[in-house]
């Protein structure tokens, strides 16, 4: 592998990237900008109606948020001229063929100069309806891939995906591709255009029987929960990654392909600067309801480990594979997480959590700062059922009603306490697979790389993607904690 200077490598590259307003992307669109502004030209797709729209979405839903700050400062008053000068906005969507692009001469012009695809666009909403879980991330995965074979310079597609695709699979998870139809539990039978037609066939059902929009969610929903679990996976979202997958491998041909897979992504360990974070991440809604004082119990063995890794460091790793991995006509898959060399433990997240907001604590709607105190740890799924029905539901139907104003007063507590409960115990079958998840993901491809970077002459700071570096109780009571309190506890 010829790494050459990871940052010289993308002089005078143009580069697309689908999906530019979420987490990941921003972070790699402001480093690349910072440390290469001798790019020629950066694509980003944006859903929009028209290029004015997707002009502004980028202005308003990229380039002002608080990750750009730095180049901001850099550049002062000429930060939008610099901008404009190597970004272009493109109005599109990765659900469509031609990546849904109208105007024909940019399309033209992509295809001739773009060398790099980095598709991070994606809904990651466990329970997302099928049908559009489908279309963005299966057949998103098929409609980029399509449109990069079009780009005559192109040296390489790197697609994001997630580490989770792997189920609830114990043991040690290695970095192989998915083959067309393989599922996770053994069972045959998995198509995805027999997919497609079960989400056609099911949605002309409802339309014919008049079901609501809001009703057709809810049954989209289900469908897409039930269609997943029916072959091995825990949701939506990682099933439909799973057949992203699938497809790029069977249809990739010779376009030199990336597969990144990332554990849970947690907020930036050092750039642009400590901290920051968009959007409540997997374990941060553990952190804010105990930051407003409305965690009661945690869910999780306090005894395991989990894999978590920093926004900047999966970035990192992007950058630094889009150079090792130009013009080779071969397919490589990296999980990037810390598992194997430095794994996280749970104890950290409910111990580390409680000494941070007894010492910081957040200020709450009155103005009196919000105390905490330690919360019930439930290790098992079945000890926390029984203390939700022991705690909400059997103190209501134990009630006796004496009169008819109580009555209603009754239902109304109960109703109330019911669908609180339904929808915490949804939630906690969402979340289960990973508060109890037994894998550890095997990171030999990805180490591999970090020792061909030294071996290179490249051990470099500004490209680390090494978790051994991180103290984890340090990050997360210095940085990760006060990132979360600073961007998401409102």
Partial sequence: MDFGGIANSFENKCILVTGCTG??????????????????????????????????????????????RLLREKYGEGFYAFIWDKVTPVSGDIAYENLGIKDISLKEEMWREISVILNVAATTNFAERYDVSLIVNTLGAKHVLEFAKKCVKLNML????????????????????????????????????????????????????????KG?????????????????WPNTYVFTKAMGEMLLERLRENVPLVIIRPTIITSTYKEPFPGWIEGTRTIDSIIVGYGKGNLTCFLGDRRQTTDVIPGDMVV???????????????????HIGSSVQNPFCISLL???????????????????????????????????????????????????????????????????????YNFVMRLMDLYEPYLFFKGCFDDLNTERLRVAMKDDGMVDDM?????????????????HIPGVVKYQIK
């Avoid at 198509?191 to 008049?210: Q, S």
Wanted: aromatic share 10%.
């Fill in 216 to 232: 057709e969610t809810v049954v989209m929903k289900e469908l897409g929960m039930k269609r997943a679990r029916l072959f091995g």
């Fill in 23 to 68: 987490f990941l992307a921003k972070i790699f669109v402001e480093k690349l900008l910072r440390v290469q502004p001798n790019v020629k030209k950066l694509f980003l797709l944006l859903r929009a109606t028209n290029d004015e729209n997707a002009r502004h979405r980028l202005r308003n839903d990229v380039m002002e948020k608080e990750v750009f």
């Fill in 316 to 334: 990192n790793a992007m950058m630094v594979t889009m150079v090792a991995h130009s013009h080779q006509p071969s397919r490589f898959i990296y």
């Fill in 350 to 420: 409910e111990d580390g959590c409680y000494r941070y907001f007894s010492k910081n604590p957040c200020i709450g709607g009155d103005g009196k700062p919000i105390r905490v105190s330690r919360v019930t740890v439930f290790s098992t799924m079945a000890s926390f059922r029984t203390y939700m029905t022991l705690r909400y539901m059997l103190p209501l139907k134990g009630l006796g009603i004496a009169n008819a104003a109580f009555c209603r007063l009754f239902h109304r507590l109960y109703n109330d306490h019911s669908r609180k």
């Fill in 158 to 213: 790197l697609h994001v995906s997630t580490a989770y695709v792997a189920g609830e699979k114990a043991g040690l998870i290695l970095e192989k591709p998915f083959q067309m139809g393989e599922t996770l539990n053994g069972r045959t039978g998995l198509d995805i255009v027999a997919e497609m037609k079960v989400v056609e066939e099911r949605l002309k059902e409802l339309r014919a029987d008049g079901v609501t929009k």
């Fill in 463 to 479: 490209f680390c993607f090494d978790p051994k570096c991180i103290n984890w109780e340090d990050y997360f009571m210095k940085v």
